[in-house]
């Protein structure tokens, strides 16, 4: 009798630490076997699995020299338990009824969604293009909530907001936001390194306000044009040199040559003058960026001037920029935002932004488009 059990407790306690010696890989496996990941084809700083109560989710942000994961839970309203969570995790209900959002840049998922009834506070700092937003805004149901170091808190509090839509890239100014303990959620979209990867996006936000299916739709149709306008470039023989930007302060920011504007370019069929492996922009003194594109065929800008701003007005700013081939050919182009809501829009809208660049720098391989965002920059 003994020495049949007794090779069952082996076999038992064998499997038992076969699971617990392991048990980093078998705990996640478990854990998303019988779970969905929402399947993401270019973002790579949010995740999500889905399970029968809602999502869990991470947003992976770059701070300073290390990566920070925010992890929170969406849970379906009719899913709520009492079931405690961790002191590091935040369980919120959707969809969300009431949401906050700090930028413009956010609100961008929400106008291309076309919902934005939950929206019941923005940030102060800028004019808005979107109709509806700003009847929003005018009649009060949208209340404007100040800006980073100077929020109302006293107003944000009486908005009773489910979540409030952040952005980690800003220093400080939070502190007291988490004080009111409402749940703050990092929106790292523009951390993406490339248009498609900021574009989906899309459906993170779909996530808070039940429009999940609508998301994927228009995501997938975006990326579909966007993809087909980059094939149209692939075979073009001569691909213009361009550069972007100008003087601030006395200082030139820079895109690097891994960024995301340079990948919008080489997507164009354009080369980018500047060949390093930065993702974000870099200070430079004007003489650098003198010596590297004197003689560029192009030049981007995309800046916040008066209304009407020109040729005549730029050089008035910086005689040396009369120098540039680019601007002695007519060359610069630019998206003023000042009268082009492109902050509000050009997140969900790659594939625009990327014809605007095919008409300027390759205007034979969609000859009937009419630029949205960028033009020449006018004479007068």
């Not at 100077?150 to 839509?165: H, T, W």
């Amino acid at each position: 009798m003994m020495r049949r059990f007794f090779p069952l407790i082996w076999i038992t306690l064998a499997a038992t630490v076969l699971m617990f010696t392991s048990c980093g890989g078998v705990k996640t496996k478990n854990q998303y076997a019988s779970q969905d990941s929402l399947a993401l084809s270019y973002a790579n700083n949010f995740k999500v699995v889905k399970d029968a109560r809602g999502y869990d989710c991470h947003v992976v942000t770059q701070k300073k020299d290390k990566k920070v994961d925010d992890h929170f839970r969406l849970t379906f309203r009719d899913s709520i338990s009492d079931v405690s969570m961790s002191s590091s995790e935040m369980e919120i209900p959707i969809p969300c009824k009431r949401i906050i959002c700090l930028s413009s840049t956010q609100l961008t998922y929400f106008f291309a969604l076309d919902y934005i009834d939950p929206i019941v506070g923005t940030n102060s700092s800028r004019r808005l293009f979107h109709k509806g937003m700003t009847q929003r805004i005018n009649s009060g149901k949208v209340k404007r909530v100040g800006k980073q170091g100077n929020f109302n808190l006293e107003l944000i509090a009486s908005l009773q907001p489910d979540v409030i839509f952040v952005s980690p890239f800003k220093r400080g100014g939070y502190a007291s936001l988490k004080q009111l303990g409402i749940p703050l959620i990092p929106m790292a979209a523009y951390s993406e390194e490339t248009p498609l990867g900021r574009a989906e996006w899309v459906k993170f936000i779909s996530l808070f306000i039940g429009k999940e299916k609508e998301a994927t739709v228009q995501f997938d149709q975006i990326a579909k044009e966007y993809n087909r306008l980059t094939q149209l470039t692939k075979e073009v023989k001569e691909r213009p040199t361009v550069f972007s930007g100008k003087l601030r302060s006395g200082i030139w920011y820079v895109p690097g040559g891994n960024s995301f504007y340079a990948h919008y370019f080489r997507d164009a069929g354009a080369e980018y003058v500047f060949k390093d492996q930065y993702t974000g922009a870099r200070p430079l003194d004007f003489e650098t960026v003198y010596a590297k594109c004197l003689d560029a065929d192009y030049w981007r800008l995309l800046l916040p001037e008066p209304v009407g701003y020109n040729r005549q007005m730029l050089i008035k700013e910086d005689e040396r920029y009369g120098d540039f081939d680019a601007f002695n050919r007519d060359h610069v182009f630019m998206c003023n935002i000042r009268s082009k809501p492109f902050y509000e829009e050009n997140a969900m809208k790659p594939h625009i932004v990327l014809s605007d660049y095919i008409h300027i720098f390759h205007p034979e391989l969609i000859p009937e488009y009419k630029p949205y965002f960028y033009e020449p920059l006018p004479n007068e």
